[in-house]
């Protein structure tokens, strides 16, 4: 197996910290144990969610989402996404199992029934199989293979960072929609949380252009203060947020994974787990053609890959652009309906159970 990256190899091997932390759920956790990376992540730097609060505006109601019936067992680890890039290219390295081109991108991708062809950036050709791109929700690969895309560009940007606060979290998740503004704080170890604001371009460029003190004060009355005084414990890091589901994930000789397939809006902290299930989808349709004596690209078995993928995904897809829209519109009608939403969430605790046990499943 070839990977083909256009990082340098030393960004590879020592990632920069991105701001993003990743809410793991206990099958993505048993699958990083199983391509034995979980063991790379520091313990220090795993940090039990133990429950995740949805607040809307001033009112004093709130969606509490707490595992049930496991005493002690989180509802996910939050691990700094940098940390899972490291730790999975050293298990790629520790594994002998794959030769990584770095430094070098991608230019071109053409695929027929007698197999693929990548141009590379420093000239060069590569042949292959099987072709699987996972170059971003913005994909160039997925264009050039003729794969459309439905795109929603929610208008806004998202800028986290992490900082450092007086009253302890608890090891509880905020997702805390305001007027005009979204926050959530993610709870890492000690008295340090991500937050994660969700605010128009421009108000996001101007909180990147702030000092760390005017920072710090302007989150602290941001959250009216429900977590004490904060202050920025490193670099901030902005995002814009576009969602994208490719309507295709397969192609002839062609596979997409990860964001390329499914791009999801990050509110519901599900995109890197779908991608690593889909990765895992993936591996188990080349498996079983190979156990058959079939082509790794065998039509048949990518087929599969795609249904599976898509059942998995779409529903998630679709609710979480309808959450992100409806907590995102600060028009009268949709600031009624979250608030109805909460209480209806309250007040059925099957719904809560499904979206608890979503983040628990161990299978
Ligand atoms: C703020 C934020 C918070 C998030 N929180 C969560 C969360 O809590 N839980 C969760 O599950 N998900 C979360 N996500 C989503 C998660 O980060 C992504 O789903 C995941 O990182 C996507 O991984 P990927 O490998 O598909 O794509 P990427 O991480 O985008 O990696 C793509 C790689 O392809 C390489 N590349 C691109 N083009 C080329 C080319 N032409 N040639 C060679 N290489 C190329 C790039 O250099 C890059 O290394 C969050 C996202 C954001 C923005």
Redesign the pocket.
């Known amino acids: 197996m070839l990977l083909?990256?256009?990082?340098p190899e030393a960004a590879l091997a020592d990632p920069a910290f991105d701001?993003?932390?990743?809410?793991?759920t206990h099958r993505?956790q048993a699958l990083l144990r199983e391509l034995d990376a979980w063991d790379r992540i520091p313990a220090g730097d795993r940090a039990p969610l133990r429950e995740a609060r949805v607040l809307d505006g001033a009112s004093p109601f709130a969606l509490s989402f707490a595992p049930e019936g496991r005493a002690g067992v989180p509802l996910g680890m939050l691990v700094p996404?940098h940390l899972i890039r490291r730790a999975l290219f050293d298990a790629v390295r520790g594994a002998d199992c794959a030769t990584v081109l770095a430094g070098?991108?991608?230019?071109a991708v053409e695929t027929s029934p007698a197999g693929g062809v990548l141009r590379l950036a420093d000239g060069r050709q590569v042949r292959a199989r099987l072709v699987v791109a996972?170059?971003?929700?913005f994909s160039?690969?997925r264009r050039q293979m003729g794969i459309a895309t439905t795109q929603r560009d929610f208008g806004k940007s998202?800028l986290?960072a992490r900082v450092t606060h007086e009253k302890p979290h608890g090891g509880i998740a905020t997702e805390w929609f305001g007027h005009g503004q979204t926050v959530a704080m993610l709870p890492l170890n000690g008295d340090l949380s991500s937050i994660?604001l969700t605010l128009p371009a421009p108000a996001i460029e101007a909180m990147l252009a702030m000092s760390p003190e005017a920072f710090g004060a302007d989150v602290t009355s941001r959250t009216a203060s429900r977590w004490g005084a904060m202050a920025l414990a490193g670099t901030r890091h902005a995002?814009p947020l576009v969602a994208t589901y490719a309507h295709r994930f397969v192609g002839t000789r062609f596979a997409l994974?990860?964001?390329?397939a499914v791009?999801?809006h990050?509110v519901t902290?599900?995109?890197?787990?779908?991608?690593l299930g889909g990765a895992h989808l993936l591996g188990s349709a080349i498996r079983t053609a190979q156990a058959r004596g079939r082509d790794i690209a065998d039509p048949g078995g990518l087929l599969r890959y795609e249904m599976a993928h898509r059942r998995a995904s779409w529903p998630l897809f679709a609710a979480t652009n309808a959450i992100a829209g409806l907590y995102t519109d600060d028009r009268s009608p949709a600031r009624l309906l979250r608030g109805a939403v909460l209480r209806l969430g309250a007040a059925l605790p099957p719904v809560r159970r499904l979206v608890t046990a979503r983040l628990m499943e161990a299978g």
């Open positions: 083909v990256e256009r990082s701001g993003r932390e990743i809410a793991l993505s996404n070098v991108a991608v230019e996972a170059d971003t929700r160039q690969a998202m986290v994660v995002y994974i990860g964001d390329a791009g999801m990050p902290a599900h995109g890197f787990n779908l991608g």
